[in-house]
T-cell receptor, first 118, second 113 residues
Framework: GAVVSQHPSRVICKSGTSVKIECRSL??????MFWYRQFPKQSLMLMAT?????????EQGVEKDKFLINHASLTLSTLTVTSAHPEDSSFYIC??????????????FGQGTRLTVV | AQTVTQSQPEMSVQEAETVTLSCTYD???????LFWYKQPPSRQMILVIR??????QNATENRFSVNFQKAAKSFSLKISDSQLGDAAMYFC??????????FGKGITLSVRP
């Protein structure tokens, strides 16, 4: 299957600083990438949808100035948590939708990033 | 709008036995896809099985099979010959042709040796 690489897997940052998380599709071009947040023992909560070359679409209740998403190419999307606070501590997961015939409805997931804000 | 409901938060199965995880959904789209994802302790999301709504035949992947009841909007996952490595959180998910993936709340499956 297609591979999505997410980096870093773990990050600890100080309150007030910004953190960037990268999501790369390694062997396919992703027309759309999704960013999720997941709390322990809970489901994935969609934060935003990004399409290459256009602005991200944020879900209701997600602060777009807080969670900056850039999708500069068909293989890379980044999520920047700006001015991080302890309540932003969570597990963040990206997924990419393949731009391949017959596969464009399947999403491939990154390994996730555990963010801890101290 | 589309919704996915997993009403059982936890289930347990004896090793080598069979277990069925339930899922119901709702969507207004005529063309959609259903998935079961496994999330082990590593938290990597792993696709277990996929079903295209237009296909009447239930999908099967080795020990994993689904019971897709389109009229009832039900999509259950059967795990046969359960193994210790099957212990994980399982999510039912739904997507239309061009829409986002909607997840259920998930179910934690434990396997007793």
């Amino acid at each position: 299957g297609a591979v999505v690489s997410q980096h870093p897997s773990r990050v600890i940052c100080k309150s007030g600083t910004s953190v960037k998380i990268e999501c790369r599709s390694l062997d396919f071009q992703a027309t759309t990438m999704f960013w999720y947040r997941q709390f322990p023992k809970q489901s994935l909560m969609l934060m935003a949808t990004s399409n290459e070359g256009s602005k991200a679409t944020y879900e209701q209740g997600v602060e777009k100035d807080k969670f900056l998403i850039n999708h500069a190419s068909l293989t890379l999307s980044t999520l920047t948590v700006t001015s991080a606070h302890p309540e932003d501590s969570s597990f963040y997961i990206c997924s990419a939708r393949a731009f391949l015939p017959g596969m464009n409805t399947e999403a491939f997931f990154g390994q996730g990033t555990r963010l801890t804000v101290v | 709008a589309q919704t996915v409901t997993q009403s059982q938060p936890e289930m347990s199965v004896q090793e080598a036995e069979t277990v069925t995880l339930s899922c119901t959904y709702d969507t207004s789209e005529s063309d959609y896809y259903l998935f079961w994802y496994k999330q082990p302790p590593s938290r990597q999301m792993i696709l277990v099985i996929r079903q295209e709504a237009y296909k009447q035949q239930n999908a099967t992947e080795n020990r994993f099979s689904v019971n897709f009841q389109k009229a009832a909007k039900s999509f259950s996952l059967k795990i046969s010959d359960s193994q210790l490595g099957d212990a994980a959180m399982y999510f039912c998910a739904l997507t239309g042709a061009n829409s986002k993936l909607t997840f259920g709340k998930g179910i934690t499956l434990s396997v007793r040796p």
